[in-house]
C-alpha cells in the first residue's frame, strides 16, 4: 500500500498518479499497489516532483514497524522518530 500527501503537484505527474491511484481528496493519493511498484512511483516521485510539492510519502513495508514515511520539501506536519518507530507530529507542544 501507499499513500500520497502533497500540497501541490506538477500538472504531468498528477496525471500519472491518477493511473496508479484513487484520490480521495485533492491531493490525497491512495493505492493498493505491490511493494516492487511501490518503490518504482517513489523513485518517480523523487525524480519528477520540486521541492515545492511537499510530499508525504507512507510505504507499506515488509519488516517492523511495517511502514515508512519519507517526504519531499516542506509539507504541513513533521516527521519524527522514536525508538526506531517514526510518527507523524500532530501539534507541538512548548513549554510556557
Known sequence: MLVVIANDLPPAVRGRMKLWFIEPKPNVFVSGIKDSVAKTVVEYLYEHCP???GLMIFRRMPSAPG???????????????ISGLQLVVEKQITDI
Do not use: F, K
Open 51 to 53: 521541492a515545492e510539492s
Open 67 to 81: 511502514y515508512e514515511i519519507r517526504g519531499i520539501g516542506e509539507h504541513n506536519r513533521a516527521i519524527t522518530e
